[in-house]
């Protein structure tokens, strides 16, 4: 089979994972909330921490697993990681602790970790410099429709089935469908990269070439956290019966903008995408904090979905120019980790916030959190320049 060719299905398969892993975990966005406080009788600051947890274990795997794919290989988290998510699934259907729910979650979080860092740098690894930042738009895509038809697809099971039983097992199932895409893969390492120096571990956890991007994730991450964690309980607040159409305005807004975002950031460069991204992020969740019917409602996620649908990419294709071939995984890994430490602060931070003022100071705290994203931006310089450790 011909390099581009190979490169080809490489990417394919990885996309195909990364649908079958990331759905799955999309099916938990509306369902871990609902079970925590209909089923086990929590608050909704409880909730949250269910649903941020994961941050702990990825910030604690993330730094491993990036080490691991720059030296080991790719492929090999690609496989455990949606074998570990199944069986922690499994794991969900044996239990009405929530003790037992918050370690399973700390579960699911290293597993993602590991398969993220590993899906987003093959991804890396097979585009062309000069396309780069189009190849990571299109693999996120299949990344957030993931994260955006499951919790659709779950609020379906729920209302068919009155329970939570096929939810855990739809959550297995695409885990599994991942695991099959995956085996399919060859390994992409870069030659020499086996042999490269070792990176430090705070240099794994905080590479410079992921300090400045990561630090504007960090903003607008809180606020991708918070819409997850609590858009079926503000479903129910504005007057729908389901979070089902929020969620599909916001997948079908992914799906239909990330295909156009990579090459404009490939074409002008990351900044000039990047920025009025996050205008748009701020736009969308500060509309979402304050109106009260499903209609305005919509029309704001859409606008929220179209700005982290461009700024998401754009970030990350810095990354990926700034670092070293044989630290890319590292890097990478390491952009994520701002995601991470933000995430308890969009899950539990704002499920608290949400308890004292309601969805206005949540959401809208979230909203001046990404402003000063947008504007730490402009200061974080030139993405073609190459950062090592």
């Not at 205008?279 to 700005?307: H, K, N, Y």
């Not at 003022?357 to 990404?370: E, N, Q, W, Y």
Request: aromatic share 10%.
């Amino acid at each position: 089979m011909a390099g581009g060719q190979r490169a080809t299905v490489t990417f394919a398969l990885v996309c195909a994972s990364t649908l079958g892993t990331f759905t799955a975990q999309g099916l938990l966005y509306p369902a871990l909330p609902l079970y925590m406080t209909d089923e086990l009788g929590t608050s909704k600051a409880m909730a949250g921490l269910v649903m941020s947890v994961v941050s702990v274990s990825a910030v604690a795997v993330r730094p491993w697993a990036g080490g691991f794919v720059d030296r080991v290989g790719r492929r090999p988290l690609m496989l455990a990681g949606p074998a570990l998510f199944a069986l922690s699934a499994i794991g969900l259907m044996l239990t009405r602790s929530v003790v037992l729910v918050l370690l399973l979650r700390l579960v699911q979080g290293a597993a993602s970790a590991g398969t993220y860092t590993a899906a987003v740098a093959m991804t890396a690894d097979v585009a062309p410099p000069e396309r780069r930042a189009g190849f990571l738009a299109l693999f996120s895509t299949f990344f957030y429709v993931g994260f955006s038809a499951g919790p659709y697809v779950a609020e379906w099971l729920i209302g068919a089935t009155d329970g939570f039983t096929a939810v855990w097992w739809a959550v297995a199932g695409f885990t599994v469908a991942g695991a099959l895409a995956a085996a399919g893969l060859r390994e992409t390492l870069p030659d020499g990269a086996a042999d490269a120096p070792r990176v430090p571990a705070l240099q794994r956890l905080f590479h410079p070439a992921a300090r400045g991007p990561g630090i504007v994730f960090f903003c607008i991450g809180i606020g991708w956290t918070s819409v997850a964690a609590f858009l079926s309980l503000y479903a129910r607040e504005i007057g729908l019966a389901s979070s089902d159409v929020l969620f599909l305005a916001l997948s079908v807004t992914v799906l239909a903008t990330r295909f156009g975002v990579g090459g404009l950031a490939d074409r002008y460069g990351r900044l000039r995408v990047a920025l009025p991204s996050t205008v748009a992020i701020v736009v969308g969740l500060a509309g979402v904090a304050f109106v009260r019917s499903p209609l305005p409602a919509i029309v704001f996620l859409v606008i929220f979905g179209m700005g982290y649908s461009g700024g998401f990419p754009a970030l990350l294709a810095m990354v990926a120019d700034r670092a070293p071939d044989a630290e890319r995984g590292t890097a990478m890994g390491s952009f994520n980790v701002y995601f991470d430490i933000g995430a308890p602060l969009g899950g539990y931070g704002v499920g608290q916030l949400i308890e004292w003022g309601g969805f206005p100071l949540g959401f809208g705290a979230v909203a001046a959190a990404a402003a000063v994203g947008g504007l730490v931006l402009p200061f974080v310089g030139r993405s073609d320049r190459r950062v090592a450790t």
